[in-house]
């Protein structure tokens, strides 16, 4: 099963990852598998988490996400360099010592865990998040019973958790962020983890009738999202640093039109990639799997629009500057179409009802060869005349 596999080392971004050879994959699919199954590990979702953190400070409120009464301090941080900080021996005597997974299973992982050229747990395997958290299981226990927070989610190293508090002077405030601090430190130290101190806040939020939120609103950015109290009301928008990642990416998508050689088949790969990134879609992956992406589904519990007005405005004025026909500039406006930012975070494009003709026009727009209309095979070949 382990066999003689080789990693190859890619750098992406300041991170390294690994990519196993493809005669190997399915082999580390079923290690993945394996792991997940006698562990019980349950990977943390993201939108759970948002959906629960939201439901907790506007206690159900969905209609105007108002604050209660109460006074509260949140800490969000994240573990530092966690992958490669992994502690190679704990994890494999916590492996070990389970006794649960196959001697096939335990060799492949001993030769990628015990691997010189490897710091910690290598990123991008199939597995390496199950590994992450398989080290980290009694972790978040530590935070419960150390710190009793009231409500607390991690995302892989990226942690959030909020207590109640009346710390209405700013120097007590400082002293319990201190500490809260030190508390975490102390909790990582036992798996030889560091917190990452320049990533490290604490947000109060406070509720005094003689200074109500003078300077006590909630002001802080996690998993993607840019939370604000502003009057008693909480408001959520994508936070600048990952619209700007989309702004960079549909950026690309014009440079590579724009410097091509224009042909309809360009105009359509041009169009398509930016309903792609910008709209909900549905498609199916891999696994068979339905799957949800694009920004509008990945940041699906906004509330606050204000900052895509000026990201709208300058892919329209991006795409007037093309110089297109009247048709085409139509086509690709109308993605931008109806500039106020919460109908645009409503557009929706579901793969998986395509009809045929639909199928047909698509295929002849991107010079698709297959010319079956089985959906799941479409759609992985248009995407691979996309992206490839």
């Known amino acids: 099963m382990s066999g003689n596999f080789k990693l190859n080392k890619v750098m992406s971004g300041k991170r390294f990852y690994y990519i196993v050879e493809s005669n190997f994959k399915s082999t580390f699919e079923e290690v993945t598998r394996e792991i997940q199954n006698k562990f019980k590990i349950r990977m943390p979702n993201r939108d759970l988490i948002v959906k629960s953190l939201i439901s907790f400070l506007v206690h159900g409120d969905y209609k105007d996400f108002k604050i209660p009464k109460i006074n509260l301090i949140l800490f969000r941080s994240d573990i530092k360099n966690f992958y490669p900080s992994i502690d190679k021996h704990i994890l494999y005597k916590k492996l070990n010592s389970s006794n649960i997974l196959s001697y096939e299973t335990m ?34 226990n530590d935070v419960h019973v150390n710190i009793e927070p009231v409500v607390y989610f991690r995302y892989i190293d990226d942690l959030i958790y909020i207590k109640y508090c009346d710390f209405i002077d700013e120097n007590q405030r400082y002293e319990h962020f201190k500490e809260n601090e030190r508390e975490l430190m102390t909790l990582l130290s036992k798996y030889n983890l560091t917190l990452n101190q320049s990533k490290t806040i604490s947000s109060f939020y406070i509720y005094n009738d003689k200074m109500l939120n003078k300077n006590s609103n909630l002001d802080f950015i996690y998993l993607g999202y840019h939370f604000q109290t502003i009057d008693e009301s909480l408001k959520i928008k994508i936070s600048d640093k990952k619209l700007k990642k989309y702004s960079n990416r549909l950026n690309g998508y014009f440079y590579e039109f724009r410097k091509g050689k224009r042909r309809d088949i360009d105009f ?23 799957m949800k992406s694009g920004m509008a589904y990945h940041y699906r519990y906004v509330n606050d629009y204000s900052n895509l007005d000026g990201f709208i405005n300058h892919f329209k004025k991006t795409i007037f500057s093309l110089k297109l026909n009247a048709k085409y500039t139509a086509i690709l406006l109308n993605i931008f179409s109806d500039g106020r930012g919460k109908n645009f975070m409503r ?17 002849n727009r991107l010079h698709i060869q297959y010319r079956g209309f089985n959906k799941e095979k479409f759609i992985r070949d248009m995407f691979y005349s996309l992206y490839k």
Do not use: C
Request: charge should be positive; charged fraction near 25%.
């Open 268 to 290: 359509w790969r041009l169009y398509y990639k930016l309903l792609n990134g910008l709209f909900g879609i549905t498609i199916i992956d891999k696994k068979h799997r339905k």
């Open 347 to 363: 557009k929706r494009y579901d793969y998986l009802k395509l009809t045929n003709n639909q199928m047909n026009t698509i295929r």
């Open 107 to 140: 060799l492949l992982l001993k030769k990628i865990i015990f691997n010189n050229r490897i710091s910690g747990v290598p990123l991008g395997l199939s597995f390496s998040n199950h590994l992450a958290e398989l080290f980290l299981e009694n972790f978040d």
